[in-house]
């Protein structure tokens, strides 16, 4: 999730004489002599750039604050903040979600009857007018980034509408869950015809009633997500029935133990791991202390971590996976510990 910049140099320089020094405070590499350097920026921020060119007249030098603003489309689960999308805007596929190409696809409407019985703006799909059947129609969020710690909960929650045609045309929906960007998707749920059905057969094209509608609520975490960053792809699937509609879809978290991420966290280094119950933390942050707990959330052990290197000896651990929480007053953040 890295965002890569080019770099022109436009100055006015007698090329034979000239030389280039550029500074990237933030990015990768964070100087470089090139006339037009490439740089990487691996976290979300704006930040300055300055280049000084020197040549057989002499040196000049311009800084530009926050010439860099590279915005992560990541959404943060914490305690207070949710990932909300009720596909009301002009704008689909919502800002950063994906709708690849297919035989059929999603789009939005406002149907006179949404979930709060009022008219409101959904996404749905035709399988009444389409006949595509056995075809997938995907539409694919943005990445979100759930809640850690052993106490968090997150849920998937969304609203849906489907009456169905009959027995003989079971359109389908599946959701599905990539911690990859994309790359794979496990499989989290699935429904067809007359067990996706909110309402009973309609054999003319349906909009839903104000009763219709559904909520479903999945627990992302008793399906072993936690802390990932995840993409849902909504998956559709056509047997020539009728309309299937869909709103409000949301994630949020539950007592999750820190609302901060990430920073610092590529500082600390566990080694082994796997290990046989001896390891050693390395770690430039000060002052952390941690616990380990089991699968069931239950603590371990704890203790402090004082120096920059420490070895930590578990007693009498079983083999299996624990999660160690590190925090310090500023930050926490967990870890995967295997013992083998
Ligand atoms: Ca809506």
């Not at 436009?10 to 000239?18: E, K, P, Q």
């Not at 059929?104 to 019985?117: A, E, K, L, P, Q």
């Not at 849906?160 to 794979?184: K, L, Q, V």
């Not at 559709?236 to 966290?265: A, C, Q, T």
């Amino acid at each position: 999730m890295n965002d890569t910049v080019f770099f022109v140099d436009h100055s006015a320089v007698r090329l034979a004489s000239a030389s280039w020094n550029w500074s990237f405070p933030g990015g990768n590499p964070s100087s470089s002599n090139l006339e037009n350097p490439v740089v990487v920026y691996n976290q979300a921020g704006n930040y300055d750039v300055t280049l000084t060119v020197t040549d057989a007249f002499g040196t000049s030098s311009q800084t530009i604050n926050n010439f860099i603003t590279y915005i992560d489309t990541t959404s943060i689960i914490t305690n207070s903040n949710n990932y909300q999308e009720g596909f009301d805007t002009n704008i689909f596929p919502p800002q950063a979600w994906q709708l690849p190409s297919s035989s059929f696809s999603w789009g939005t409407m406002i149907v006179d009857t949404g979930i709060n019985c009022y008219p409101n703006k959904v996404t749905y799909v035709d399988h009444y007018n389409i006949s595509q059947r056995g075809d997938e129609a995907y539409l694919i969020s943005n990445k979100v980034k759930l809640g850690s710690g052993s106490t968090a909960v997150n849920y998937l929650t969304y609203d849906y509408a489907y009456s169905g045609f009959s027995a003989a045309h079971n359109d389908g929906f599946r959701i599905d869950i990539s911690t990859d960007c994309g790359a794979s998707w496990d499989s989290i749920y699935g429904a067809f015809g007359a067990d996706l059905q909110t309402t009973g057969y309609v054999t003319s094209q349906w909009q839903p009633t104000c009763d219709s509608w559904k909520t479903d609520s999945i627990n992302l975490t008793n399906l072993g997500y936690n802390n990932d960053t995840i993409m849902v792809r909504f998956v559709s699937i056509n047997d020539y029935g009728n309309l299937f509609y869909m709103d409000n879809v949301n994630i949020k978290g539950e007592n999750i133990l820190s609302n901060i991420f990430l920073s610092g966290e590529e500082n600390l280094h566990i080694f082994p791991n796997p290990n046989n119950g001896k390891f050693s933390i390395q770690t430039k942050i000060n002052n952390l202390n941690y616990s380990i707990l089991n699968s069931l959330g239950k603590k371990i052990q704890s203790g402090k971590i004082p120096l920059e290197k420490s070895e930590i000896k578990t007693t009498d651990l079983e083999s299996g996976v624990y999660l160690i929480i590190f925090n310090n007053t500023k930050k926490t953040f967990t870890r995967k510990l295997v013992i083998n």
